[in-house]
Each structure stands twice: as C-alpha cells, then as structure tokens.
C-alpha cells in the first residue's frame, strides 16, 4: 500500500471540505452598535433559541424553525480541513457524536490517511463523544473494495469506534462506473465491516442514491446528504443537514449530521442494531421470522449475516457458495456468511 499525503483535488465538497477564513471589515463605533460587532454583543438567550439546527423546547429545528422529526442527536463530521478542533467546546455545544474522516482509499492503488485523524478520534472520544472513521472510497472493483475495508477495519480496531464505521461514495472517480458495478463494489465494502462485527453505514447524496447505485440493492444504513429538502428515504439513519454548521470549538463552518437511530445504545446493548425474530424450521429448511411473516434477503440476527433467499420462500443458504447481486458469497453448514 502506498501512503501519500491528500492533494487538494481529491476532496469532497463537504466531508474534505477547506478551512473558511472570515474576513472582517474595519466599522466604526455607531456601525459596531448597529452591526452588534465586538465585546459586549455575545448572543443572547432569546437569539440562541432562534438558532437554526439546535434544539428548542426539547426537538431539533432546522433552519426555517421547523421541527426535525424524529431526530435524536446532534453531530458533526470532520477532517483535516477542519484543522485543530477544541474537542471539549464540541462536547459543550450538544455535540453527541462525530464522523472522523480516516482515509482517501483506492485512488491508482492509493491509501492517503488524513493527518488529523487519530488527534480527532483520540480527542472527541476522551470529551465523550461518540466517535466513527469514514473512509473516501475510490475503488473501481469489489476485490479493490474488500482490501479497502480490511484496511479500515484493522486502522479501526485501535479506537473505541461507537457509531457506524462509514463508508463516503461520491467520488468522481468511482461514480462514472454502471449503476450494478457500483452498487456490488459499496455492498462488498459494507460486508467486509460487518463481518468485522461494525455496523455499516453508507453516505452518499440524495442525487447519487437515486441515479449512481440502486440502494434496493443495498442492505445497509444510509446517511443521506440533502440540504434544504426532504431528509427522508429508504433505510435513513442519519442525515447531514448543512455544510454552513458553526459549532463551538470549530473554525469556520463545518457539516451538521443528525442521527434518527439511537447507535450509542445499540452498539453498547449490541441488541437492538440486529434483526428481531426467531428462526423457524419447516420440513427440514431453516426461515427466520418475525410477527409470522418470513424475512427475505440478508438478515443480522446474531451479529453474523446469513442470506435467506427469495427465490425459494426465504428459505436460509447454508452449506453452499451463492452469486448475489454479482458477488460470490460462501455460507458455512450453519448459514453464516464467511
């Protein structure tokens, strides 16, 4: 593996997105007390609750004062654009969790690590956020994807890694691939960190889910990009809100993520993240059922995948290699994914 330093061009629009610097025009002392510029003209209690994506009478605005529904908490997702964050003013801003950007991977080959990554996870994680790397995939093909998540996995195994291990999807450099090519490359990613025993979660925009990779396709969380529309869509868990956040603690404007699954939870109970049911045997063939309907595709009741398969009734894989959605799956005489 080659480690390189992140040029400029590779990064995202938000999740890479560069340091903003303010500039300030000089006023006079009557345009300072028009413009509230200056010592003496910190926000007041009644203009904080007027905040845009902070709570008011215990729910979560956006920007038009409406409220977020079904939103649980609040987060934050950096990378070394965002230079040295104050991790304890994060915490202090009803911060809950954080989405640390590890590495740009697959680019010819290339693993870049993001130089803030461990300070950022260290650091947020002691102020007690909860904390998850998300890498910047780039790779073009499935075998190429699973190296990638191998990589992320072992990197990950070094933090008290407590959300959903992320995988970013918008590069240019993977979204001109077909549709079904894509899709199988983020579903091989995502099996490989589940099989690491993470909870998989994959970002991508509102645009790219619905014209670049059939998220039907996809048995994952998803954390939408949308800004200023609707945050709802299939299998939305997490939703990132704005790229003009300003929190406590940051330099300049920073993407504001909202969690609508209460991941701290599950992944300290590492209950309520799986699939709820009980298997089933009928005439020798194994279902898992839940509320008398049978499950079709691949189901998590256990903390390992196993597929049931459609084309026969749900009926459990087992003892046999199987080609799903253009990748070559084995399954173990128990039915579990190897």
Known sequence: MIY??????????????????????AVSASESDVLKVGPGFEQTAEEKSQTPWTKINGVYVDDNGKTIDGALYRGVSVSKWQGDVNWGKVAADDVSFALIRMASIGYEGEYTMDEYFDKNMREASA?????TPYIYLQTRTVEEARKAAEYA????????????????????????????????????????????????IVYSDYSKFTTEMDTNQIPYDIWLARYGGDN???????????????????????????AFKDYGASQAGQQ???????????????????????????????????????????????AATMVIDGITYSFNGSGVMQ
């Open 272 to 318: 309520s993240d799986l699939t709820p049911g009980e298997w089933k045997e009928e005439n020798g063939t194994w279902y898992f059922v839940n509320n008398n309907t049978r499950y079709t595709g691949w189901i998590k009741p256990d903390g390992n995948w196993y597929y049931m398969d459609p084309a026969r009734d749900g009926a459990m894989v087992s």
């Open 4 to 25: 390189k330093k992140l040029c400029a061009g590779l990064c995202t629009v938000c999740l890479s997105m560069q340091l903003s610097v303010p500039t300030f025009a």
């Open 127 to 131: 102020n007690g956020i909860h904390v």
């Open 232 to 258: 709802s869509y299939p299998g939305r868990t997490m939703w990132q809100a704005t790229d003009k956040g300003t929190i406590d603690g940051i330099n300049g404007n920073v993407c504001l993520e909202f």
């Open 153 to 200: 996995v072992d990197v990950a195994g070094k933090y008290n890694v407590s959300y959903p291990l992320a995988v970013d999807v918008e590069s240019k450099y993977i979204i001109d691939l077909p549709v079904q090519e894509l899709t199988d490359i983020v579903n091989a990613f995502c099996q490989v960190i589940a099989a690491a025993g993470y909870t998989p």
